[in-house]
């Protein structure tokens, strides 16, 4: 299974629109958004993008969570958490968040075999014991790369691209 994992967008619909291009070139069965989408019209950008299962953590910019719950009620595919998502993918045990000290602790913890996170805008792939550390970085492009993350269950193993 491909997992496609993005963070930050801050309603740049228009880096969004070339990241959705760019993941969908990979043929990602599943989206992970770990939160900072920011408006629901976002949300909504990523649902029209992609017909995949799409689970989406809020992040600290994610100010409207009932408008945001109820534009992912739209759609059956979509899960909305508060601050974190445990999910089980092809066996694989993930965990996602929008903060990096939570996803960092959670990485250490031996629970999970990948754990994804975002907030600081930087791309990070970092191994903690048998569990994979994963910031996707932004897609917003606020320091001049909108980025995503690409993760094979299969090999385990975690890409950081740029669109």
């Known amino acids: ?21 760019s ?17 629901p019209f976002t949300l909504a950008a990523i649902m029209e993008g992609f017909a995949g299962p799409i689970h989406v953590v809020l ?29 089980e993918l092809e066996g694989r045990k993930v965990a996602v968040t929008h903060y990096p000290e939570i996803g960092r602790r959670l990485a250490r913890c031996g629970e999970f075999e990948a754990v994804f996170f975002g907030h600081s805008h930087q791309a990070e792939l970092a191994q903690e014991g048998r569990c994979l550390a994963v910031n996707p970085g932004e897609v917003m492009g606020r320091f001049g790369r909108c980025t995503y993350a690409i993760y ?3 090999s385990a193993s975690v890409e950081i691209k740029e669109a």
């Open 23 to 39: 993941a969908c070139r990979d043929q990602p069965d599943v989206f992970l958004v770990c939160g900072d989408l920011c408006a």
């Open 152 to 154: 094979d269950t299969a």
């Open 59 to 87: 992040g600290n910019n994610d100010g409207d969570a009932l408008l945001l719950a109820r534009t992912a009620a739209k759609r059956s595919n979509v899960a909305l958490y508060n601050v974190l998502a445990e999910l």
């Open 1 to 21: 299974m491909r997992v496609a994992v993005i963070s930050d967008v801050h309603d740049n619909i228009w880096a969004l629109n070339r990241v959705l291009q």
